[in-house]
């Protein structure tokens, strides 16, 4: 069309239907979600709110502006209404309707009483839109809007029933904790218990009344409601319910076998006392008995750790199981450790005796291997096996003389036998299996 009028080229009738048929559609999609904002769960419930913090700064901005979005919208109804009028007055639309309908639906036609600024600033008496951008201004309008109300929806219902869950959950465990002596001031998990009670209890106050104040909003994220709630200091307290959860379990524990626990560290200490004694006793034979050796000293048994377990059964008799657990726990690793402490002890005082035992069952086996083979009387050999008898069954022993004669014995019969091995600090390992070649 050639006509041209204040806004640009006049439109023809088609051009006419078609603008008021997409109005039309765009004011049906805005009314609709202007009613679901309306109707909202997490509106109604931010208006019956005591709000606080950044949820009630939010809000006011976000009242402001759904009051402004409604203005706009009757405005922008009573635009399109007038247009239908118009276009309706015939079926063939004059020149005349055609250049009123180009600036209604084009031009800055539509004015609306100004209001305070959602942002916070100065509003104005009255602005004037085109329909174009008036749809572009409540569309912005109704976005952050429903951002602010999914936002604070979506805390609302998260948090706040996890929260009442854990501290059903939490008074369970207290109850728990009670009945097994965990009391704050008397063990560290009921002091846990008592930080935890006080910790929720401020979260939901805070969560109920500034809910925005735990919303994470997602990078990126332009749609309404793009984030995720904020559940660090929940989380947090959770996993600490956890510990003391585990920890009054092992006081449970504790109280189900403690008699059992008890009589078994009475045994392990009681064996570790008995190899001790066996210790001290293998000493003083291996001082008879075994000359020119060191032979260490023998520790008597621990008496603090008899005190700590007259301790655990005092504290099983009086029901003081959150005092017995960590004793138990720390007695049996003691328990253990002694008891392996005295049979090193033992092991290291009876070295000596092991020793002569060997070179003994040595001789012996070489004696026999002379015998088989017919060398039993020679006058050379039964002198040397007489003296490393002597010197392997008198006491005290000299061990080291003794192993000498041994090896004095050992090479004799080797001799004789035409393979005599090596003898030590000749360059050559010494045979210490008790027998040699021909065996």
């Known amino acids: 069309m050639g006509d041209t009028g204040p806004t640009g080229p006049v439109m023809d009738r088609d051009e006419v239907d078609r603008a008021l048929a997409r109005l039309g559609a765009e004011h049906e999609a805005i009314e609709t979600s202007l009613f679901a904002l309306q109707d909202h769960a997490g509106r109604r419930l931010l208006e019956g709110a005591e709000l606080t913090g950044v949820t009630a700064e939010r809000w006011a901005a976000a009242e402001a502006s759904i009051t402004l979005l409604w203005s706009y919208f009757d405005a922008y109804t009573g635009a399109l209404r007038a247009a239908r009028e118009i276009r309706t007055r015939r079926r063939w639309s004059s020149r005349e309707d055609l250049v009123e309908l180009t600036e209604l639906l084009r031009g800055e036609s539509v004015t609306v009483a100004g209001g305070a600024d959602p942002a916070g600033g100065a509003g104005r008496l009255s602005e004037r839109y085109s329909l174009a951008a008036l749809v572009d201004r409540m569309n912005q309008l109704y976005a952050t809007s429903l951002d602010m109300v999914v936002a604070a929806d979506a805390v609302w219902s998260a948090l706040p029933a996890r929260i009442d869950l854990l501290a059903a959950e939490l008074r369970r465990t207290r109850e728990l904790a009670h009945s097994v002596g965990v009391r704050p001031g008397e063990h560290p998990a009921g002091d846990d218990l008592e930080r935890i009670t006080r910790t929720l209890t401020r979260l939901r106050e805070q969560v109920v009344s500034d809910p925005l104040a735990f919303w994470r909003p997602a990078e990126g994220s332009s749609a309404p409601g793009g984030g995720r ?9 959770a996993r600490a319910l956890e510990d003391v959860r585990r920890e009054i379990d092992a006081v449970l524990a504790v109280r189900q076998d403690a008699e059992q626990r008890i009589v078994r560290l009475r045994d392990v200490l009681s ?22 050796t060191e032979v260490p000293v023998v ?12 301790a655990a059964a005092e504290y099983r008799r009086h029901a003081q199981w959150h005092r017995l657990s960590p004793l138990l726990e720390s007695l049996e690793e003691k328990a253990e450790d002694e008891l392996l402490r005295a049979r090193e002890s033992l092991t290291a005082v009876t070295a000596p005796l092991a020793v002569r035992a060997e070179l003994r069952g040595r001789l012996d086996a070489y004696k026999a291997k002379a015998a088989r083979l017919g060398l039993a009387e020679d006058p050379e050999l039964v002198e040397k096996y007489e003296k490393a008898r002597r010197m392997l069954w008198s006491a005290p022993c000299d061990l080291r003389v003794a192993e000498q004669a041994v090896l004095r014995y050992q090479h004799a019969v080797a001799e004789l036998l035409g393979s005599a ?11 210490r299996s008790g027998l040699g070649p021909g065996t």
Request: no cysteine; aromatic share 2%.
């Open 421 to 431: 091995p090596r003898v030590p600090g000749q360059g050559g390992p010494v045979d």
């Open 271 to 292: 064996r570790a006392d008995r190899t001790l004694a066996e210790a001290r006793t293998a000493r003083g034979e291996v001082l008879a008995k075994i000359a020119a």
């Open 299 to 310: 520790s008597g048994p621990p008496t603090v750790l008899q005190e700590q377990l007259s």
């Open 229 to 237: 709630p904020d559940t660090t200091v929940y989380d947090r307290e």
